[in-house]
């Protein structure tokens, strides 16, 4: 009985794996341990609503969004950060857990899997996740704050004692953190990020072009001429949606200016909560943010001149990550792969059969 024991380690832990998922509330992004980054898909879902089937996850769901007959609903299972529909939650983890699972032929091996969290959730809202995980195919659920998991992917020596500000701009929510010694100092979580300005974009050409947008074409004219700063180069592109007075559809033409006004409520939200969050930050701590800069991640930091715009307000130099849609994906990763130097910056666990062997 002994030897089968052992023999069941030894198998287990020859095929065991450990991965990273950036459970984002637009994209999900997993890290698998020794091999990187090898999931970056759309966090949507398609479910036909008469039977309750799930039809496509992934990059395949998001080609149906807006495109779907009327009983087929492409959801996002998370909205604002947090889980909104439980059992799509865990569909979507299952089928990108085995994903990677790929070529792992049994499903007795189960990952250890590190999930990020936005750091304003609360306490049922981690535990949701972690169940998801754990029903999802997990063998070992753990939770890292993202705005924490960001900062290490963009390499700030957060384990010291000094300050290090991130700014997560992403779909559902922008994570504002100050952490210094592994943990956050000051963290403010807002439930404003990408898809609010898509909303503004919608209800701005509305309102002033009588046209209706679909949310897929709001978010294209963003990233295609988006900004938050004056550029120096005017842009112009030609959008088109369903004319609400005639019914038909139209082409108009938007300018940056358009994109730069319907956006900026958004965008000024965002930049005032950095300034609340600089005003709580201890002042020994202002002194290395002002030295490193204050670090933007996220698919919303991408926003054209949204650094500028930030350096100006706040009087701080400020930094774009690399890569900044994967910072916090690869700051999972870089945990697990020194798991033993990190294990400090994993949050509690709290499901009861989730006991940490870590
Ligand atoms: P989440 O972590 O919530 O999944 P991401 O960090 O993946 O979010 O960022 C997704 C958001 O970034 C979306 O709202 C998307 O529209 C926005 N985004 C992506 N690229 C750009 C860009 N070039 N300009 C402005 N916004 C962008
Ligand atoms: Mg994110």
């Known amino acids: 009985m002994l030897r089968l024991k052992k023999f069941w380690h030894a198998w287990q832990s020859r095929w065991r794996f450990d991965i990273g998922i950036d459970l984002g509330t637009a994209n999900t992004l997993v890290y ?23 039809l496509a996850i992934g990059t395949e769901a998001k080609k149906m969004v807006g495109k779907t007959p009327a009983h087929i609903v492409a959801t996002r299972p998370l909205v604002e950060g947090v889980i909104s529909d439980f059992e799509v939650t865990e569909q979507m983890l299952t089928y990108f857990i085995n994903k990677v699972r790929d070529g792992r032929f049994s499903s007795l091996i189960k990952p250890r899997v590190l999930v990020g969290i936005p750091s304003g959730v609360t306490e049922v809202e981690k535990r949701a996740v972690q169940e998801a995980t754990l029903s999802g195919g997990a063998g070992e ?18 384990q010291e004692a000094g300050g290090n500000m991130i700014v997560d701009i992403g779909g559902g929510t922008s994570e504002i953190a100050v952490i210094s010694l592994g943990g956050a100092v000051v963290a403010k979580s807002l439930r ?78 965002i930049i005032n909560t950095i300034k609340t969050v600089l005003e709580t930050t201890p ?36 930094k774009v990550v690399d890569d900044p849609l994967t910072a916090v994906v690869r700051g999972t990763g870089i945990v697990l792969e020194d798991i033993d130097e990190l294990r400090s910056v994993l949050i509690d666990t709290y499901v009861e059969d989730n006991k940490p062997k870590w």
């Open 32 to 54: 698998v341990k020794g091999k990187g980054v090898i999931i970056n898909e759309p966090s949507v879902v398609a479910v036909n609503k008469k039977t309750g089937k799930i």
């Open 141 to 158: 659920a753990y939770l890292i704050d993202e705005p924490i998991a960001a900062a290490i992917g963009a390499r700030l020596p957060i």
């Open 192 to 269: 404003v990020g990408g898809d609010k300005m898509n909303e503004d974009i919608i209800n701005y050409v509305r309102e002033n072009f009588s046209l209706l947008l679909g949310e897929k074409t709001a978010e294209d004219v963003k990233v295609a001429i988006g900004s938050a700063y004056r550029l120096d180069q005017p842009i112009k592109i030609a959008i088109r949606g369903r004319d609400l007075i005639t019914g038909l559809p139209k082409e108009i033409e938007v300018s940056d200016s358009d994109i730069r006004q319907a956006t900026q409520k958004s965008v000024r939200i």
């Open 283 to 318: 002042p020994e701590l202002l002194g290395d943010i002002m030295r490193r800069g204050v670090i933007l991640a996220g698919g919303g930091s991408l926003l054209r001149g949204l650094d500028r715009l930030i350096a100006e307000q706040t009087e701080m130099p400020v």
